[in-house]
């Protein structure tokens, strides 16, 4: 299941990284709507805006894309068998507020039109999380205690 998430949420990344390098137009309405302008005023006070928000875009979605299939191959190490170790959660938990939930909270903050489409993401991330972490935590502890009863044995000699 943890890798069924984790794999999920890194061909979510992976998509919405080409969407951004092919894809995004350089203003989405909502941009002009929150800028309370038009594209032709836009583009009237900078010709050049919109190749260069382009090239922006193609650096983030490369960026997104490049998250996606790193994690996309921690999935296939977790279908392999591989246990999950805790420094890697913990990096999963920073990498997931840096990417899908910050998104997700400044398209709220914006108003987006997207913004209910953007908490499948974070939701996604959170349950390949929890389900992480109850491996890597159940793990640990497995191995706490296997410590202990081992140096328990060695003081009985």
Known sequence: MAAGLV???????????????FYRPSFLPEDLRASVTTLEAVRGAAPGIEGWLQLVFAVMGGQMA??????????????QGRRLERLALCTY???GFLSVVLMSGVNFALVS???????????????AVIVLSRGALGSAHQAAT???LRALGDGRK
């Open 7 to 21: 794999g999920a949420w890194g061909i979510y990344q992976l998509i919405a990284g080409l969407y951004f390098i």
């Open 66 to 79: 490049a998250g996606g299939v790193l994690v996309m191959g921690e999935a296939f190490s977790l279908a």
């Open 93 to 95: 938990v920073v990498a």
């Open 113 to 127: 039109d997207f913004r209910w489409l953007l908490v499948a993401p974070t939701l996604l991330w959170l349950s």
């Open 146 to 148: 296997g410590l202990a």
